[in-house]
Every structure is written in structure tokens, then in C-alpha cells.
């Protein structure tokens, strides 16, 4: 099997959960060397262990389990004393600590950790004021000079390096705000206003539209979940093929703009294509504005529309990823439609992100409940034939596959259950090569009827 990578940098229930899935590996491999320690009855000690473990045939333990359970709950509960906010996503505050003197950990970090907790709706999402903060303190004022003031070349490359540095976790913030109706504290008016409002400051220099995300991804992704009436699904794609990808991201590009409102049109529902119409068209119409008020594109362009251009590609590339591999025997699980990434980029820097296929089951789950609700459901993961890579985020994952790279893709792959774990690296990239087939027509059909699977967002 492929050797499994521990990042440095991963996130300490990253590396929790990885460890977690390696140990597996190494108790299932040890069960199939000496057989004689196999009880069916009573279950498999394992090498080292004092005391006897209960351990399946999957090499999975169920004191371990429970016992790396209850660390990942602890980190989220602030009850606890092991509970850690997050503050920035490039380090834990546990590094921090580490890291800092003493005097301006505790006169500094912890006052304003103390601060951001009455700011944000939950005590975990401290990062999030500190986005918060850092986005008004450079890219607002930066995009107003250019804007309204004085524009040169160099200040907007350098302004539009910046955006791009930041979208990634901007954009799964929204997220996050999105799903849970806002990310600030309901307690005070004027933090409900802020919450409701700086949206439409921040997201047009990110690159989103206002309210798009929210009528894309809530209101027809999460309602569609990859169906053939999801206007993203990758079902009728051929997900190795740079052809099928680039006819992917072109339609979305071109006509997402029509496609969205008319597909509420089709479904009964015009209000919600109006709304996401207006929404859609609205920021368009401020952008050409903007140009015009300016005399000319280019400060709007480095400063709108270049990231709504990236942003929108992002998006794509990124939905391709998580739905590249589907089940062809049961594309409408959630399981089996969606992926599961242990990486850096998209679980630290990212809110969790590459939890995908948790984040299907529950649209709401909280960012950081994810790796606890993968680690507790882990042999339903393993029974549903789920997949699960590491060390590799969702841009790297479309990279190869239009590449055709499946034997780099087979060693990333961290193998859940027996079936999986017995594969050779030449049935790894078998399975991964069959999970991103072009379906028919007849297939979706015989699949998913004639108006597709439709739950609640």
C-alpha cells in the first residue's frame, strides 16, 4: 500500500484522525499475518497491547475509538480544559503559546481571545474576527484607493495577489455563514447588523456576487446533491477528461447567470429564480458602473472583476474535485457521490472543508464537529465504500485526474474497511479510474427517476 503522510502542519485532529485510520491499517495487516490471534468471538489483541482490545476484522478498535473520541470532543468543548479556539489558521494556539513571549501571549493573544469569544456566535471560531479584522484593515481600504482615489499597476497586481491569498478561507467562512445563518453573536443588534451586512462589502472583493453563494449552494447544490438537476453535478462529465472539464467550467462561466433562475423557474419556485437573478444581475450592473464612474477598467477590473473571474473558476475546479468520484452503483449517496481529504490546505486553512462527504450527510454540522463526525461514523464510512485521500486538497485532485495520474491518486488513497485495505495499488487506481465514468442518460434514469433526489438543504 502506499506509505501514509503526516504532514507536520495538519491540524491536531488531522493528525488525530489520520493516526487513527494508519493504526487500522497496521491492525488489519497484523490480523492477516498471524491469523492465530484472530477471535472471532472475543476479537484480535493487538501487538504491544496491555490489555485485550476489542478489534474487528477491519483492524478497527473500538477502545480507540473511543478513547481518540473523547480528545476531538474535548478540543470543542469549552468546558474543557483541553478546548483550544481557533485564532489563526496557520497555527494553533497551542503554538502560539509555544512560540510567542510569554508577556504577549497572555497580555496580548489571550485578552483578545477572551474579546472574540463574545464577538462570534461560537467560542471555537475566534478566526473568524480575526479575518473579520484583517480584511477591514487591508483589503477594504486598499480596494477604496484604487477605486475612488489613485490607481497605479503595481498597487493593483499587489492588491489582487493579496485577494487571491485570502479567498480561499473567506469563501469557506461564507460558508460556514451561509449554512449557519451568520458566524457572529446574536446576543447584541448591532452584531446581528454587522453579521448581516458586511457581506456586501467583502464579498464582491472576494469574487463572489452578492447573494449567489448562498442561492447556488443552499437553495439548489444542498436541495440537488449532485443530481442530474444540480447545475454543477459532474455526472454527465467524463471527470478525467480536460475536455469534459473545460466544458464544465465554461457553461458555468457563461450562463450561470440564466441557468440559476431558470432552473427555480422549472421547479416551481420563481420567486427564489427572481431573487437570484436580481442579485446576480445587480452586481454586474455595479461593476459596469463602477467602470464607467472611473473612466475606465482597469482599477475595476483588478479589483472586481479579476476576482469574480478567479473566484468563479475556483469554484469549478474545486466542485469538480469533490464530486469527481461517484459510486457508479449508487451516485446518490452521499457516501458515494463526495470524498473525505486529510490535507493542510483544506482542513486548516479552510474550515474543514475537505470533510465533504460530512458535510452532505449534515449541511449545518459546524465546521469543527466534522473530523468527530467522521472519526464516530468511520465504520459506516468503511461499509458504504466511501473514499478518503490525504496529503492532496481538491485542486491538486482535479490536477491528476485530468492528468490521468491515478497511480499518484492510488497512493493518496487512506483505505477504509477490509475490502479497500486488501487492494493492491492496481486495483486502487481501478477503483478511483471506474468512480469518475461518464454517466448515460439510461443510467441516470435507472438511477435517479425522472426528477432526480431532492432533500432539504
Known sequence: ???????????????????????????????????????????????????????????????????DLKKLTALNDPTRDEFEPTVITSLDLSDL???????????????????????????????MVTHLLLYLTTSLPSAAWLLFYRFSYLHGVLHFAMQVWYMGSYTLMMHQHIHQRGVLSRRSWLLRLVDALFPYVTDPLMGHTWNSYYYHHIKHHHVEGN???????????????????????????????LDLPLY????????????????????????????????????????????????????MVGNWGQHALVDPDEPDSDFRSSITLVDVPSNRHCYNDGYHTSHHLNPRRHWRDHPVAFLRQKETYAAQRAI?????????????????????????????????????????????????RKFSEDEIRAKFGRGGREKEA
Open 1 to 67: 500500500m502506499g506509505e501514509i503522510i503526516f504532514d507536520p502542519n495538519l491540524t491536531v485532529p488531522d493528525a488525530l484522525v489520520l493516526r487513527n485510520l494508519a493504526d487500522d491499517i497496521q491492525r488489519h495487516e497484523e490480523i492477516k499475518r498471524d491469523s492465530t490471534n484472530i477471535d472471532r468471538d472475543e476479537g484480535y489483541s493487538s501487538t504491544g497491547s496491555a490489555a485485550k482490545e476489542t478489534v474487528t476484522k477491519d483492524g478497527v478498535s473500538a477502545e480507540r475509538d473511543a478513547e
Open 388 to 436: 478518503v485521500l490525504h496529503d492532496i486538497d481538491y485542486l491538486g485532485l482535479t490536477a491528476r485526474l485530468l492528468l490521468g495520474d491515478y497511480s499518484y491518486l492510488a497512493r493518496k488513497l487512506v483505505p477504509l474497511g477490509a475490502e479497500q485495505m486488501d487492494m493492491s495499488l492496481a486495483e486502487r487506481e481501478a477503483l478511483l479510474r471506474r468512480c469518475t
Open 264 to 315: 427555480y423557474v422549472r421547479k416551481g419556485r420563481p420567486g427564489l429564480g427572481a431573487r437570484a437573478a436580481f442579485w446576480e444581475l445587480g452586481n454586474y450592473a455595479a461593476i459596469y458602473g463602477l467602470s464607467c464612474l472611473r473612466g475606465g477598467g482597469a482599477p475595476v477590473f483588478f479589483v472586481l472583476l479579476g476576482p469574480l473571474l478567479l473566484m468563479r473558476l475556483g469554484l
Open 227 to 257: 443530481g442530474p438537476d444540480d447545475l454543477s453535478s459532474t455526472l454527465r462529465f467524463q471527470r478525467d477528461s480536460a475536455l469534459d472539464f473545460l466544458r464544465y467550467v465554461g457553461r458555468f462561466l457563461a450562463l450561470v447567470w
Open 97 to 127: 503559546r509555544a512560540r510567542l513571549p510569554k508577556f504577549v501571549f497572555e497580555r496580548v493573544v489571550l485578552p483578545y481571545v477572551a474579546w472574540a469569544q463574545t464577538v462570534v456566535r461560537h467560542e471555537t471560531d475566534v478566526v
